[in-house]
Nanobody
Framework: QVQLTESGGGSVQAGGSLRLSCAASGVNINMFGVSSYYMAWFRQAPGKEREGVAAIARDDTITYLDSVKGRITISRDNIKNTLNLQLDSLEPADTAMYYC?????????????????WGQGTQVTVSS
């Protein structure tokens, strides 16, 4: 089992920045580390479907949602077993609950919500 705990959300004005963090824990994480998992950040706004915004594969290949490229940076700390998401130049349209996800099996479509393990989410609210 893998437990994921997000933090770092909050309320900011348009143009601001936030850094989200996801702490991974569990027996498999302790043994193999986050580098053995495909990991991703998703977001879900009220009334909308959950969408993947950034993913990182086991070989460190990164995939971004086109609409957020240049404003979002995903990174993984293999020592601390954390997944991070730097959000810059935030827009009101970025307002959503942000979720961390992990999956041990290969993801051919890393931005689809087919991951096995999910965190509880952290809220990001951007005001104009």
């Amino acid at each position: 089992q893998v437990q994921l705990t997000e933090s770092g959300g909050g309320s900011v004005q348009a143009g601001g920045s936030l850094r989200l963090s996801c702490a991974a824990s569990g027996v498999n994480i302790n043994m193999f580390g986050v580098s053995s998992y495909y990991m991703a950040w998703f977001r879900q706004a009220p009334g909308k479907e959950r969408e993947g915004v950034a993913a990182i594969a086991r070989d460190d290949t990164i995939t971004y949602l086109d609409s957020v490229k240049g404003r979002i940076t995903i990174s993984r700390d293999n020592i601390k077993n954390t997944l991070n998401l730097q959000l810059d130049s935030l827009e009101p349209a970025d307002t959503a609950m942000y979720y961390c996800a992990a999956e041990p099996a290969k993801r051919t479509s890393p931005l689809l919500p087919t991951y096995r393990f999910w965190g509880q989410g952290t809220q990001v609210t951007v005001s104009s």
